[in-house]
């Protein structure tokens, strides 16, 4: 897989200010002010989720034509109902009985079909700060944006929603490959720094084991797809001029949040990413494994709070220039990493039919020209 940083913002921010938006489902109440300082399990903001309407097939359930359900309701249309509760009852000592399976508002009983429909109650849903900070920016009833000094490292793709635990280091180097055994009972709501690649037996082990977050090099796509469920061919499409994630309100919600750095197959993750995360092991983190390739681009994202007061107060631009450390972008050499040796003037061959802005890199097969959109600035 081959993704595009077109921001320049480097995959690896040793400190800088990080900017992390909550916001709710639906408009909700904030319960915080402008400045609050919050900690990652603060609730910053609630709302009322509406639930999906519960639709009863009473005629059946009860063995009688849907011209008789009107008679046989021990509720009326527009009548609160309790989860348990008679909801309607068929004629007889020995009658049978329909009860409610939600507690909610009955909005329609169906003469014709014999169903009635439930509409439930809806349900809190709150929003945690999930990261140590400063409140900066209110969204009234939406969301709140939060601050923090943090090192940050981003990745190529991910799975998952925000979750914040603590990093756990669980490869010794970037190349190490982690197997399910060495995920126990310790992992539980942490955040794991892996190596080159995990198997889906492994990401199985680490549901079981509550783990948080995974944080890993590469992966096999057959062990991702079997991991999520995610085996049609529909469930995602790879092409020449389009990428995307099956839709996240069909598909099979992932139990814990994947950030891969490198891309898919085994691959080792590039010092800079593993040598930043190793040293704040054992350290609050906040995971975030939304991506899109589309405008507005995001990255998926491991956010570590800082409490240095030598911290970057903003994100550091790197330079493309001769000497500077680069990662690899192209599909022949994907996640390793170089030196510049130097920049083209104006476009150059790359490819057959291909000029481009180019870079000549060395790395350790010897010198290479590639595109500039293929190299990654680390340093």
């Known amino acids: 897989m081959v993704h595009y940083n077109p921001e320049g913002t480097s995959p690896v921010i040793p400190g800088a200010v990080a900017r992390i938006e909550r916001r709710l489902p639906y408009p909700g109440e904030i319960l915080v002010r402008q400045g609050s300082r919050v900690e990652p399990e603060d609730i910053v903001a609630r709302t009322l989720k509406p639930a999906p309407p519960q639709v009863i097939n009473v005629a059946r359930l009860l063995g009688i034509s849907p011209a008789e359900v009107y008679r046989s309701m021990r509720r009326e249309k527009g009548n609160k109902v309790n989860a348990g509760q008679v909801l309607a009852r068929s004629p007889g000592l020995v009658g049978r009985s329909c009860l409610a399976p939600v507690s909610g508002m009955i909005v329609d009983i169906d003469g014709e079909t014999g169903y009635v429909t439930i509409a439930p109650d809806p349900v809190e849903h709150v929003l945690q700060a999930t990261v140590r900070g400063v409140v900066m920016e209110i969204q009234p009833y939406m969301g709140v944006v939060i601050e923090t000094l943090a090192a940050q490292a981003y990745g190529a793709f ?198 481009a802005p180019a870079v000549e890199v060395l790395t350790d097969d010897g010198p290479l020209w590639l595109p500039r959109t293929c190299v990654e600035v680390l340093s």
């Open 158 to 355: 991910g799975v998952g929603e925000e979750r914040s635990g603590v990093l756990r280091l669980l490869a010794l180097e970037p190349s190490d490959v982690v197997r399910a055994e060495q995920i126990d009972a310790r992992s539980a709501y942490a955040i794991l720094i892996c190596g080159a690649s995990i198997s889906a037996a492994a990401l199985r082990r680490a549901v079981a084991e509550q783990v948080r977050g995974i944080i890993v090099g590469g992966i096999e796509e057959r062990e991702l797809r079997e991991f999520l469920g995610w085996n049609g061919l529909a469930s995602w499409r790879v092409g020449r001029h389009s990428w995307q994630w099956p839709d996240p309100r069909v598909s099979a919600g992932s139990r814990l949040t994947l950030v891969v750095t490198e891309g898919f197959g085994v691959r080792p993750m590039n010092q800079a990413t593993f040598e930043l995360l190793s040293a704040q092991d054992r350290q609050e983190a906040l995971i975030d494994g939304h991506t899109s390739l589309r405008q507005p681009l995001r990255r998926p994202r491991v956010v570590v709070p800082l409490t240095r007061s030598s911290a970057q107060m903003d994100p550091p631009r790197p330079e493309l220039r001769p000497g500077a450390t680069v990662r690899l972008l192209d599909a022949a050499h994907l996640g390793q990493t170089a030196n510049v040796r130097a920049l083209s003037t104006g476009p150059r061959r790359v490819g057959p039919g291909v000029r």
